[in-house]
């Protein structure tokens, strides 16, 4: 089967052939991300080595971060409360139905880090900052699992995510501060379709890897994460996709095939595809938020061209798009870098930008105007948002 074959296979979503093709990413995958933390565990012997036969000044690394206690952000949030009114949409979009009246009541809920890359350590501490707070120190977890699919509940209370006990990837909750630690299911999907809450962060929509009865690969379901019984409700369809999310209303879940992303209803039957995507022009394989309503998506969005990669959790973003029109939406960016966009269960939108050598967020509400803008403690700037909770 030849690489213009499969695409346009794609287009159709044929099932078959692209789970197998997922399949294979997912296996490129864990053989990349353990080939990162064996580089990296390495290296860190190597140094250590060095510094016994004295060299370790010549090659002490730099990598540790500063206590959290001494971290403080380099500026302090600037709330413009009079903002100049910017384009919220592309010609044709249409308007979200906000108001400028509500701008005053928009605000910024705590974000939730982890590294941008792994890190080889073995394991990393999950983070958390409000501006005009400190960053705090949540549990610590693998560092896969920080990078790769760590998903935090709606309320930030609660954490999910997968880890390997060698003969079986298991899927765990617990408490962002580490108590209340347990294991909740065995056999689960850690790269490609990773855990995620529903909003009143009663469920996780997870993927199981364990052959189903018809033969198949594996299953989707909603698993029950206060049930004793590991209660699970699952979906009678298969969706050869990656990367899901669920929208705060509860009624969309939005999944990235090998070509763009389709909506789903919570029982796994399809909605609609997002226009705008197609094997030879613009694709996505990496889908970072939705909105409260499912109307908006942000997304890593890129030219096709040779290999579509793995697919291993990227939370970069280029565009935020129209999930019915296809339409980007416009940023009030100020000419700097977007990196990353996260939804409010309000609508509104955390942009992080890259603003000289670190990072600024950008508190935006539903119609595009910016509320204010606040410059993230330098702790951070080695690390990505994995969420915002209320």
């Excluded at 995958?29 to 064996?38: A, E, F, K, P």
């Excluded at 967020?361 to 204010?372: A, N, P, Q, Y």
């Excluded at 700037?381 to 915002?388: C, G, K, P, R, Y």
């Amino acid at each position: 089967m030849n690489d213009k074959r499969l695409r346009f296979d794609l287009t159709d979503l044929a099932e078959e052939v692209t789970v197998v093709d997922l399949r294979d990413r997912t296996l490129r995958t864990s053989r990349r991300l353990g080939i990162q933390r064996t580089v990296a565990t390495s290296a860190a012997a190597l140094v250590l080595i060095a510094a016994a036969a004295g060299t370790a000044l010549a090659m002490r690394p730099d990598q540790s971060p500063a206590p959290l206690p001494a971290d403080t952000p380099s500026v302090t949030a600037t709330p413009n409360p009079t903002p100049t009114p910017s384009p919220s949409t592309s010609p044709g979009t249409p308007p979200s139905g906000g108001s400028s009246a509500n701008a005053p009541t928009v605000t910024l809920g705590r974000l939730f880090y982890g590294p941008a890359e792994v890190t080889g350590t073995g394991t990393g501490n999950l983070r958390s900052w409000r501006p005009g707070d400190t960053p705090v120190r949540l549990l610590a977890l693998p560092d896969l699992a920080l990078k790769g699919n760590v998903s935090v509940s709606s309320d930030g209370r609660r954490v999910a995510w997968a880890d390997s006990d060698g003969s079986s990837n298991n899927l765990f909750v617990a408490n962002a501060d580490g108590s209340d630690r347990r294991k909740v299911y065995s056999d689960v999907d850690p790269y490609c379709v990773t855990a995620v809450w529903s909003p009143d962060g009663r469920q996780l929509l997870f993927r199981e890897t364990k052959p189903n009865a018809a033969g198949g690969p594996g299953r989707y379901g909603v698993l029950e994460v206060r049930s004793t019984g590991k209660d699970v409700r699952w979906w009678t369809t298969e969706p050869a996709a990656c990367h899901a999310l669920w929208s705060a209303d509860g009624q969309t879940i939005a999944l990235n095939t090998d070509a763009g992303v389709t909506l789903h209803g919570t029982d796994g039957t399809k909605k609609r595809v997002v226009p705008g995507f197609t094997p030879d022009g613009w694709r996505s394989n990496d889908i970072v938020s939705l909105s409260p309503d499912g109307s908006r998506i942000a997304l890593l969005r890129k030219k096709a061209a040779g290999d579509a990669g793995d697919v291993a959790r990227d939370l970069r973003v280029n565009v935020v798009l129209d999930t019915r029109t296809g339409n980007e939406i416009r940023l009030p960016l100020g000419g700097r870098e977007l990196r990353q966009v996260h939804f409010q269960t309000d609508a509104s939108m955390v942009v992080r930008v890259r603003d000289g050598g670190g990072h600024t967020v950008l508190l935006v509400d539903e119609d595009g105007r910016k509320i204010s803008e606040t410059a993230e403690p330098a702790s951070l700037s080695d690390m990505q948002i994995l969420a915002v909770a209320d």
